[in-house]
C-alpha cells in the first residue's frame, strides 16, 4: 500500500507556472504519473516517468510546457508546469504503477487530487 498527497495547486492567471508535489508514504521504485481530469471529459495522462527517472513521457498538449521530475530520497514527484493556459484547469492526480504508462488502468495507487484553474 502507498499513500500519495498531492500539494501546489491553486489559481494563476494564464502565461503563469505552477509546481506541484506528489508525496508517497513510503520509498518505492513504482513508475509515475501526472493526470488530470477537466469537468466532463475524460482523465487523461499528462506526464509519466520511470521509477529511476530515466524515462519520460508528455502527450503533445503539454509537450515543452510541463516537466515531470522525481526525488526518490524525498519519495516526491514534482510536476513544473509552466505557460499556463486557461485549458489546462482540471484537478490534477499523481498515481504510481508498476510501468510507465499512459493508461489510467495501469495505475494502481491514486492520490486525492489538487485543483488547478488558469484564468484568462
Known amino acids: 500500500q502507498v499513500l500519495l498527497v498531492e500539494s501546489g495547486g491553486g489559481l494563476v492567471q494564464a502565461g503563469g507556472s505552477l509546481r506541484l508535489s506528489c508525496a508517497a508514504s513510503?520509498?518505492?521504485?513504482?513508475?509515475m504519473g501526472w493526470f488530470r481530469q477537466a469537468p466532463g471529459k475524460e482523465r487523461e495522462c499528462v506526464a509519466a516517468?520511470?521509477?529511476?527517472?530515466?524515462?519520460?513521457y508528455y502527450p503533445d498538449s503539454v509537450k515543452g510546457r510541463f516537466t515531470i521530475s522525481r526525488d526518490n530520497a524525498k519519495n516526491t514527484v514534482y510536476l513544473q508546469m509552466n505557460s499556463l493556459k486557461p485549458e489546462d484547469t482540471a484537478i490534477y492526480y499523481c498515481?504510481?504503477?508498476?510501468?510507465?504508462?499512459?493508461?489510467?488502468?495501469?495505475?494502481?495507487?491514486w492520490g486525492q487530487g489538487t485543483q488547478v484553474t488558469v484564468s484568462s
Open positions: 516517468i520511470s521509477w529511476n527517472g530515466g524515462n519520460t
Open positions: 498515481a504510481a504503477g508498476s510501468v510507465v504508462s499512459t493508461g489510467q488502468y495501469d495505475y494502481d495507487y
Open positions: 513510503r520509498r518505492t521504485r513504482y513508475a
